[in-house]
């Protein structure tokens, strides 16, 4: 699972952040008759200077890493002018430096870098920049920003609050309402996020009360152990926020086996399985939060255009952003087809 990311710049919708379809700005101090102008060249889908992108990942070894994998690729792919250098992945630091340090010698044009560890690797980091490679560092942000051109992530703080007032929407009538939560590891910084962003979220409800809390591990063994040691000690509540929607596998296998149906269940990250499930609307899984893996598919274009020289369309700008943090949408029975292409397994 991600780390904590970085809450600055701008913040965006996940279509919003795609080269070609960022939203558009513009300048106060141009008269009518003299509108502001870029004559720099912005990123479109049309063929241009062949760029090469190095990607290295950690290790996918969940479901939200493969999205991020398939992301990257399939985005390559669109491009005529994109050759993709992916790395296998790996959760050893040094592994990982070492398959980026490969990437610096064959001197990509562009990298794209989601760290194992975005501490550990902010060295090679600057190793590429210092090489006159810019990085687009993806999600888990390095200490320094010298590490990276431009940096585009999640907001693990917006998940929880955008699944607190989701929540608080929900149960806002309703006179002493109670709420559990299914956490992720609690040794890693994501996680507090999520639980800050979620308890920021119900001071806005002051007829509701977190009674519980359980951390569990981001996988299904972990989530079905948990939620089965939730479901024992709290006999009625009324809504449970559960940080990843792998887990909520498990979680929603001790719902059904404790035969529990009396409660709203809203998910994080968004897999497919949870959109079909709120698709469907014949259990407790009502909505999920999303953490967009999407995010790889706009580092490709953030990279191509860095690769290109080359702005985004719709800034007035002439570089890309520094910063780019996506908005945590909630997807409910409302929207769920809109996002079901976005879910992953």
Not at 273 to 279: L, P, T
């Amino acid at each position: 699972m991600p780390e904590l990311t970085s809450r600055r710049g701008l913040l965006f919708g996940t279509a919003a952040v795609s080269a070609g379809v960022l939203l558009a700005g513009c300048t106060s101090n141009e008269s009518d008759d003299e509108p502001a102008s870029n004559d720099q060249p912005a990123a479109d889908d049309k063929p241009g200077k062949q760029v090469t992108i190095g990607f290295a990942g950690p290790q996918a070894d969940h479901g939200w890493l493969n999205a991020i994998n398939d992301n990257a690729k399939k985005r390559a792919e669109k491009y005529e002018d994109v050759t993709l250098e992916i790395t296998e992945g790996s959760n050893d630091t040094a592994a990982q430096i070492g398959q980026i340090e490969t990437l610096i010698n064959k001197k990509v044009d562009v990298l794209v870098i989601l760290p194992a560890d975005g501490k550990a690797l902010t060295q090679v980091g600057l190793k590429a920049m210092r090489a006159g490679i810019p990085v687009v560092n993806l999600d888990r942000v390095f200490n320094s920003p010298q590490a990276y051109r431009s940096y585009i992530g999640g907001d693990n703080f917006g998940m929880g609050l955008n699944a607190g007032h989701y929540i608080g929407e929900q149960l806002k009538d309703k006179k002493n309402a109670k709420v559990i939560e299914l956490a992720g590891l609690d040794n890693l910084e994501l996680t507090k996020q999520r639980t800050a962003g979620f308890d920021a979220a119900l001071k806005n409800y002051p007829n509701i009360k977190k009674v519980a809390r359980q951390a569990a591990e981001f996988t299904v063994e972990s989530g079905q152990a948990k939620m089965s040691q939730l479901l024992q000690a709290q006999s009625k509540f009324d809504a449970l926020w559960n940080h990843d929607d792998d887990q909520g596998v498990g979680a929603l296998r001790a719902i059904e086996q404790a035969g529990r149906d009396d409660f709203i269940m809203v998910g994080g990250a968004g897999a497919l399985s949870a959109m079909q499930a709120i698709e469907a609307d014949n259990g407790v899984l009502k909505a999920t939060v999303l953490y967009p893996p999407t995010m790889a598919a706009s580092a490709i274009d953030l990279a191509r255009a860095l690769g290109q020289g080359k702005g985004v369309s719709g800034l007035a700008e002439f570089e890309i952003p520094s910063s780019l943090t996506l908005y945590s949408a909630v997807v409910d029975k409302e929207n769920v087809k809109t996002y079901l292409p976005t879910g992953f397994k």
